[in-house]
């Protein structure tokens, strides 16, 4: 059984540009949570998608986005990236209600 | 509001002590589910264990035990026996209905010294 995967592993982006971080869900999964970790912080929730329509969001701004895929895989992108968006994203993958197992993380670096 | 409560920032111990890690949460729901998972130095949350509101019942699993008090509002996570291996930062999460979004304590940094 494949787990959680996500690319890149690291990211170094400007103030301003826009980024695109990438999740695979593992085998059988059909939804997909985002998750935010601040450096010494506990994860934040981004938004979830389940069945490629969002499925609840958390107390971010509209300048970050996702999708997901017939392939239950997602991606989550933030536009005009702003220093403090500097941190590990998690993608969780999950079965109708059950346990997120979560991916390694993609950690980014806006200067 | 839901949330999650974490009050030891840092817990460092010797091999071989045991541990406790105290998680307080807070929720006006009759139903939902409490965790914890580990985080090693490679970032990965690691899944430990899922316990519903409705299940009360102490749980051990080699050397981790959990104990679960719904009146004080409490999931405490011991580790028997600790290794160095055990050294990661611990979180405790509540999931709220209906998305099941996982909220999140501010972790303990658990350190086992040899």
């Known amino acids: 059984e494949t787990g959680v995967t996500q690319s890149p592993t690291h990211l170094i982006k400007t103030r301003g540009q826009q980024v695109t971080l990438r999740c695979s869900s593992q085998?059988?999964?059909?939804?997909v949570s985002w998750y935010q970790q601040a450096l010494g912080q506990g994860p934040q929730f981004i938004f979830q998608?389940?069945?490629?329509?969002?499925?609840g969001r958390g107390n971010f701004p509209p300048r970050f986005s996702g999708l997901q895929f017939p392939n239950y895989s997602s991606e989550l992108n933030v536009n005009a990236l702003e220093l403090d968006d500097s941190a590990l994203y998690l993608c969780?993958?999950?079965?109708?209600?059950?346990?997120?197992?979560f991916g390694p993380g993609t950690r980014l670096t806006v200067l | 509001a839901q949330k999650v409560t974490q009050a030891q920032t840092e817990i460092s111990v010797v091999e071989k002590e045991d541990v406790t890690l105290d998680c307080v949460y807070e929720?006006?729901?009759?139903?939902?589910?409490l965790f914890w998972y580990k985080q090693p130095p490679s970032g990965e949350l690691v899944f430990l264990i899922r316990?519903?509101?409705?299940?009360?019942q102490n749980e051990i699993s080699g050397r981790y035990s959990w104990n679960f008090q719904k009146s004080t509002s409490s999931f405490n996570f011991t580790i028997t026996a600790s290794q160095v291996v055990d050294s990661a930062v611990y979180f405790c999460?509540?999931?709220?209905?209906?998305?099941?979004?996982?909220?999140f304590g501010t972790g303990t940094r658990l350190q086992v010294f040899p």
């Open positions: 969780a993958s999950s079965g109708a209600q059950d346990t997120q197992y």
């Open positions: 998608y389940y069945r490629e329509e969002e499925n």
């Open positions: 999460a509540l999931s709220e209905a209906p998305t099941d979004k996982l909220i």
């Open positions: 316990r519903n509101s409705f299940d009360e």
């Open positions: 085998s059988g999964h059909n939804t």
């Open positions: 929720t006006r729901d009759t139903t939902y589910y």
